[in-house]
Structures are given as structure tokens and as C-alpha cells.
């Protein structure tokens, strides 16, 4: 969140790398080549119906023991014509592409896909006059909403469950994201330089969530492969007059315009959210929305359906232990039922700030944790959505935080519940990495407890347990650590009771 005299409208799309074995094709398409085809050009037609808005193609062939080389092409039904022609070529350096209405794959155009005839273009510069070959292509399409030709491109970076580090909220040059230019003067900040500032400072995945623009899509989709340990989440920030929302998840077009007879409230946009299967998470909550930082606070009618929001930004670049932390107004909902999950954000705007450390918006600081079953956009998403994650303040590499429950063969991490009669216990557990020192304090329902010694993290690992006894009612439970100066360090999500 940048202070200043207006703030930019904006939306985000974005594209990561999905798993193709769990994603059945739409077509088949298979041919037959022999030596008769060495340089020669074939077409292979395939109908794309109306409604579909990307497209996304995995071809093969055999023979390359042989030398046989097919390269690959697109042509839409106006064949080398018009803007519903060529779509691009990518010879023999790519097996898999996707195409959709505002990005695609590097060698290949965005743009409107135009229900009709299309051809996949194939060139044949080699095969042996005895050869033979046979090739196949899956065409996959998605349709609004449905999310097939984009899971095709998901492919996770790790599949392995794990802890991964991150960071939510970022701006560059395809919003207010600016640095110094090679003259010394500021200039819209090229996207790249975040992406190698991140993957410099070991984070797993961010999201670009540029103010309600789709440009910064191509260029995601082209980093994503050279960035191959850096996931980049699909993300956008909804900025309007009454707050600002980050959407993940999403390569659908937002009319984020809240207060028009189009979208007349949050709710409005909200649906439009959930139609589209999408993640959002409600900004730096707790801001003014005034001259200084036009919409920034959280402002809607009080009647808004907080069931279609899944989390809270609750740490703003540097804001933790200050006024304007989200953290009392997210343990406000968590207190009126609603279970959103905590994460933080840099909200960076110069990535060229990390080398020196200077700024109040360091990539990267806060981290939000995510225990997710794979390094992917679907996967990562899906972990916030559960609430096992947990924020680093600082933005540290091996700082940790698990917090979980028993009650007999009930077992519970953060984000998930347990059932407790009145008089029986729950059995918790904390465990702390690297804040020897410091000190866990547990908030129950908005209120600190204590059921903890103050001087309890003696150790650089350590284990801590407590027992709580049910009154029958629902409740919430969640730890923090702060460091031996007394400073948020830590932060983590509820574990609910009876709820």
C-alpha cells in the first residue's frame, strides 16, 4: 500500500505451470508422416466451439532416433489473415502452448479465440526417405470459469507437502511499481527484477498483484519457465473507492467499478469472485481511505457476505506491531464466526530497494508460510484456503511456527476444528523454530491467556504443550511469537473449537 494523492485502478492475471495426467483432453488429433513430407508444411484441422476463451495444445511425435523434427504452429480460421489468423510458431523448441484471450505462450499471440476451423501448422525440415513417424496432439479448452487449458500449464515446480514461503502483495511497472532507470530517474519497474529479487531472497512463490490490470499476464507466463523454483501465483489487487482486495487464482476479467449501477456494492464484486473459483484476500484493512491513500481502508456497507471471502491481509509490509495492522480487525470476524485465514504482504512497489534493505516494503517482509501438498498455484491456494499458514514478520528463511490439537484420536492443525464437550480437554501443542529467547502467547477468542510460562523458548527448536478444558461453547485459539525485544515475530491461524 503506497500513500498518495490517487491511487491507480487496477486488476491482475497471471499464469503458473498444472499437472496434464488428471486433465483429460477435449480432442485427440493423430497423423502419419513418411518420407514423402521431408519439407513440406501440413495442416491439421480441429473445431473450436463457441465459449471457449483459451486453448492450450501437448504434442509429440516419434522418429526423433531418426532425426525426424516436426515444428509446430497456429492458425486460427482466418488462416494467415486478419487477427483470427496466425497465432504464432514455435518450431521445434516448445511441445506445449497455451493461447488465451489477453496471454500466451512466448512464440505464440493473445487475443479473442474465435469459435470456427483452426489448424495446428506443422513444418516437416527432416525426416529420412525410409523414416516414418507418428505424431499426437491433446487440445485442451477452457470456457470462463472452468479452469482446463490453464490446468494443463499448472504443472507443479515441487510435488512434494511442505512449508512454502512467500509473499502475497507486490506492484511493478504494470501498475505504480516503479525504480531507477539506467539515468538515474524513476521508471515503471520491469516485472523480471521482481521475480530475480524473490528468487534471490529463496522464496517459493509470489503474486504480482498489479492494481486492476491484466498486462502483466504475458510477462508472467514468459517468466514462469526461466523462474522454474519460483512459483508465481496468479493474483491481481481490486482496487475501488471503498477498499482493496487481492484475487488469486483468476485469468478472468473483474468490472471492479464498485458503486455503479454495474457492481453496486462489494457483495457485487464478491459474486463476480466467486464465479470465476477465485481466492480473495481483503488488503491492509485498517488504513485511512482519505487524500493520502485514496480507498486504501476497508469502507463497504457494513452488510457485506464475508462468507465469499476467504482471508485477511493482516500484516502490511511493516505494519505488525503499529495501529494500522489488519490483525484486530480479522480477529473481529473470526470472533463474529467467520473463519478467514491470516496472511501477509510486502505491498513492495521497488524491488531494487532489497539489495540495500532500505524501505518500508521489503519483498518479502512479511512471509507468508503455507503448509501446501505442492509448489503450485491450485496447491498453494488451497492451503491458504485451509488456514495452515502462519506469518514471518521479518520475512526470515528458517523462523517456524506449527500449532495443533488432540482430543483422542481427534487431531487438528491450524485452520481446522475440533469437537469438545463441556468439561473435556484439548491437548495443545506449539512448536517454535529458531526464536530462542523470545515467548509464545496464546489468544483465545481476541483475549491473551497464559497458559504458558513467559521465559518458555529457552532452545532453538522446541516443543511447548498446554491443556484447555471445553465449556462447550465455540471458540478460537491461536499462538503468536514475539522475539526477545517483545516484537511480533510470528504469527498464526486459529485452530476452532465447536465451530
Known amino acids: 500500500m503506497k500513500f498518495a494523492p490517487a491511487v491507480l485502478a487496477g486488476l491482475f492475471l497471471c499464469q503458473a505451470p498444472f499437472a496434464i495426467a488428471a486433465v483429460t483432453p477435449d480432442l485427440v488429433l493423430h497423423g502419419h508422416l513418411d518420407g514423402h513430407d521431408n519439407q513440406t508444411y501440413r495442416s491439421v484441422p480441429f473445431d473450436v466451439p463457441a465459449g471457449v476463451t483459451r486453448i492450450s495444445v501437448e504434442f509429440s511425435y516419434t522418429g526423433k532416433d531418426e532425426k525426424t523434427t516436426i515444428d509446430l504452429g497456429l492458425l486460427g480460421p482466418d488462416g494467415f489473415r486478419g487477427l483470427d489468423g496466425f497465432r504464432g510458431w514455435s518450431g521445434g523448441n516448445k511441445s506445449r502452448f497455451t493461447i488465451g484471450e489477453i496471454d500466451a505462450t512466448p512464440s505464440y499471440l493473445p487475443g479473442p479465440i474465435k469459435s470456427g476451423r483452426w489448424s495446428l501448422l506443422l513444418g516437416i525440415p527432416n525426416i529420412r526417405a ?22 494443463v500449464a499448472d504443472e507443479p515446480l515441487r510435488d512434494d507437502a511442505a512449508w512454502y514461503r512467500g509473499d502475497l502483495h507486490m506492484h511493478t511497472g504494470h501498475s505504480d511499481g516503479s525504480c531507477t532507470s ?19 531472497r529463496g522464496l517459493d512463490f509470489i503474486a504480482i498483484s498489479d492494481h486492476n490490470t491484466i498486462s502483466q499476464a504475458h510477462d508472467v507466463r514468459e517468466l514462469q519457465a526461466y523462474f522454474d523454483r519460483l512459483l508465481l501465483v496468479p493474483a491481481r489487487e481490486v482496487t475501488t473507492f471503498q477498499g482493496h482486495a487481492n484475487v488469486f487464482g483468476s485469468f478472468a476479467p473483474l468490472d471492479f467499478r464498485v458503486g455503479t449501477a454495474a457492481v453496486p456494492d462489494w457483495n457485487a464484486l464478491l459474486g463476480q469472485i466467486a464465479a470465476i473459483g477465485a481466492t480473495v484476500s481483503i488488503n491492509h484493512p485498517i488504513r485511512p481511505s482519505d487524500e493520502r491513500c485514496m480507498g486504501c481502508g476497508w469502507t463497504p456497507h457494513p452488510d457485506v457476505d464475508y462468507r465469499q471471502v476467504q482471508s485477511i491481509e493482516i500484516v502490511n509490509g511493516m505494519d505488525a ?4 495492522s489488519g490483525i484486530p480487525f480479522w480477529q473481529g470476524l473470526l470472533d463474529r464466526g467467520f473463519r478467514l485465514t491470516g496472511v501477509g504482504g510486502s505491498d513492495n512497489h521497488d524491488s531494487t530497494q532489497m539489495a540495500s534493505g532500505v524501505g518500508s516494503g521489503q519483498l518479502g517482509r512479511p512471509t507468508t508460510v503455507v503448509h501446501a501438498q505442492a509448489l503450485s498455484s491450485s496447491a498453494i491456494l488451497a492451503g491458504i484456503r485451509s488456514g495452515e499458514v502462519f506469518v514471518d514478520v521479518a520475512g526470515t528463511t528458517d523462523r517456524a511456527l506449527d500449532f495443533t490439537a488432540e482430543r483422542g484420536d481427534s487431531h487438528a492443525a491450524m ?13 495443545f501443542v506449539v512448536h517454535v523454530s529458531n526464536l530462542a529467547s523470545g515467548r509464545v502467547e496464546i489468544i483465545e ?3 491473551v491467556t497464559t497458559p504458558l510460562p513467559p521465559d518458555a523458548l529457552t532452545q532453538a527448536d522446541q516443543t511447548l504443550h498446554f491443556k484447555w478444558r ?30
Open 415 to 427: 485452520g481446522g476444528s475440533l469437537t469438545a464437550p463441556a468439561g473435556s480437554e484439548i491437548a
Open 130 to 151: 525410409a523414416s516414418q513417424a507418428d505424431y499426437s496432439a491433446n487440445v485442451y479448452f477452457s470456457r470462463d470459469a472452468e479452469r482446463k487449458a490453464d490446468a
Open 182 to 200: 539506467q539515468s538515474g530517474k524513476r521508471a515503471p519497474c520491469p516485472l523480471f527484477l521482481t521475480a530475480k529479487e524473490a528468487a534471490h
Open 321 to 324: 506491531d503499529t495501529p494500522y
Open 470 to 499: 471445553s465449556d462447550g461453547k465455540p471458540h478460537w485459539l491461536r499462538a503468536n511469537v514475539r522475539d526477545g525485544d517483545g516484537r511480533l515475530a510470528l504469527i498464526g491461524n486459529p485452530i476452532y473449537v465447536n465451530r
Open 445 to 447: 477468542d481476541s483475549k
